[in-house]
């Protein structure tokens, strides 16, 4: 009977521990997101500022520069139904399309001299460089999450519990993952 009881009650630890350590690991793994979910925020602010200052310059490039705000609105929209999955898909077809906003920039040297056109396209690069380490950050979580809610035991636990898996923060188009070809 008290064999019976010890082994009960280190079940019980087990699956106790086993429970805590998935808990932790969805709420860092949700903490990672709203650290993202501030760098896109800074970026939804400043998108309109560029693609104003843009537009001075190429007027008649109104469809680049629509795409852009329309991919900024789809983005902001995906942020506000919560659910993280649809908000990184939505964020990637915003990274697309502010990539067309810069080759549009290109082609037009006064804009690229125009001072507050190289600030806020600095500031921009600023905030991509801390979204890119805050990506990294949420998918090392995403990673050691979902590897736990796969993993025997603690996969009868997740499935029980209602614990699930997290999308990974990449890169959905293969063209972006090819190496670009420089020539001279």
């Known amino acids: 009977m008290l064999i019976a009881l010890i082994i009960l009650v280190v079940i019980g630890l087990v699956v106790m521990s086993m429970y805590n350590k998935l808990v932790s690991l969805k709420n860092r793994v949700l903490e990672a997101w709203s650290g993202i979910d501030v760098q896109l925020k800074r970026r939804y602010d400043l998108i309109p500022n560029l693609v104003n200052t843009v537009k001075g310059y190429a007027a008649h490039e109104s469809g680049t520069l629509e795409k852009v705000i329309q991919a900024r609105n789809q983005a902001m929209a995906a942020s506000s139904g919560g659910n993280i999955n649809a908000q990184v898909q939505a964020e990637n077809a915003l990274a697309g399309t ?80 090819s190496n670009p070809v420089v020539q001279f």
């Open 98 to 177: 502010m990539k067309s906003l810069f080759a549009l920039a290109e082609n037009y040297p006064d804009l690229k001299a125009n001072t507050s056109f190289l600030q806020l396209q600095g500031l921009l690069g600023e905030i991509e460089e801390h979204l890119q380490n805050a990506r990294r950050y949420y998918n090392a979580l995403v990673r050691d999450n979902n590897t736990a809610v796969e993993s025997f035991p603690s996969n009868l636990i997740a499935n029980n519990f209602g614990f699930g898996k997290f999308d990974f923060f990449e890169i959905e188009n293969d063209a972006e993952r």
